[in-house]
């Protein structure tokens, strides 16, 4: 069976590094999602993709946040610098298209010490 | 505010007991409704969804039912077991696009 893959799946820095994750989608889902899901609560969305292009990124802290998805396919996300506050769980998930149906990766768990 | 609420947690429960978690939205038009499950360390997996009123979504013994009238989605199930302990999310996706909303999550501990 097809699944979202996440890479790391941990990891620790300090405050001021820059670190990112990288999503490998299931194949054929053209769109993306990164969302960021803090202990405790629900995950928010940061960043949608159709294809290679973003459709919605609102709520990305675009000061320090950045992602891309250059051909399509895989995606990275990037944090520089990181702050505290970005430690959470880190989701991606891809879906075939607008019929909201979202399938889910392990997600990358990051630790700002 | 936030426009999915959930049941707040935690939830115990003994096995084979009744669930019920409440999940109310609010929404202009006719939103796709969903619950997601998150075991401990995993990420999150579609349990059921439905897509327009009156629909019954279900899969693994968990019912829930797309309720226009009361705006609301509760997730059920007649006969809970210890490997249903998890995290459960209600999501409301969006009318136009496909992000979803999600509920801040209840948490479920069923007990042998």
């Known amino acids: 069976e097809a699944e979202v893959a996440q890479s790391p799946r941990y990891k620790i820095t300090e405050k001021s590094q820059a670190v990112a994750f990288w999503c490998d989608p299931i194949?054929?889902?053209?769109?993306l999602y990164w969302y960021r899901q803090i202990l405790g609560q629900g995950p928010e969305l940061l960043v949608q993709?159709?294809?290679?292009?973003?459709?919605?990124d609102s709520q990305l802290p675009k000061d320090r946040f950045s992602a891309e998805r250059l051909k399509g396919v895989d995606s990275t996300l990037k944090i520089q610098p990181a702050e505290l506050g970005d430690s959470a769980m880190y989701l991606c998930a891809s879906g075939r298209g607008l019929n909201n149906e979202q399938f889910f990766g392990p997600g990358t768990r990051l630790t700002v010490l | 505010g936030n426009s999915v609420t959930q049941m707040e947690g935690p939830v115990t429960l003994s096995e084979e007991a009744f669930l019920t978690i409440n999940c109310t939205y609010t929404?202009?038009?006719?939103?796709?409704l969903f619950w997601y499950v998150q075991y401990p360390g995993e990420g999150l997996q579609l349990l059921l969804k439905a897509t327009k009123a009156d629909d019954k979504g279900s899969n693994k013994g968990f019912e829930a039912t797309y309720r226009k009238e009361t705006t609301s989605f509760h997730l059920e199930k007649g006969s809970v077991q210890v490997s249903d302990s998890a995290v459960y999310f209600c999501a409301r996706g969006e009318t136009s696009g496909s992000r979803l909303t999600f509920g801040e999550g209840t948490q479920l501990t069923v007990n042998p």
């Open positions: 993709f159709q294809d290679e292009s973003v459709v919605d």
């Open positions: 194949s054929g889902h053209a769109t």
């Open positions: 929404a202009t038009g006719y939103p796709s």
